[in-house]
């Protein structure tokens, strides 16, 4: 008896190949348009925590730093009301530089 695998669907299933960092490199560098999406969308995360004031970037600062490096030195030199609303503003330029940066990625991509 011949045994194959059946997928949820009722058709036969492939074996799935597991995503690499090498194929992810390789579609990044035939496809460069869209690493402007990633920077939209890690922006787009930043902006959503600075206006709901999310714990996780701007958590409990226990330590006296002023680390200007890390947002704990943000929220302790600023206070977190300042840090949440230049962290906002570095979101923003960070989706304006992805839209940017797709837009010319795309219309190289067209001439080439």
Do not use: C
Not at 43 to 60: E, K, P, R, T, Y
Request: zero cysteines; aromatic letters at 12%.
């Amino acid at each position: 008896m011949d045994e194959k695998k059946i997928s949820v669907l009722g058709g036969p299933s492939k074996p799935k190949t597991p995503v690499t960092i090498e194929k992810k490199k390789s579609f990044f560098q035939e496809n460069p348009h869209y690493f402007g999406i990633v920077f939209v969308l890690i922006g787009i995360l930043i902006l959503v925590s600075a206006i709901i004031d999310a714990h996780w970037l701007f958590g409990d600062v226990s330590d006296v730093t002023y680390n200007l490096d890390k947002i704990d030195g943000w929220v302790n030199f600023f206070g977190r009301d300042i840090a949440r609303v230049l962290a906002g503003i570095g979101s923003i330029v960070l989706i304006l530089a992805g839209i940017y940066w797709y837009i010319v990625q795309k219309s190289r991509r067209k001439t080439a």
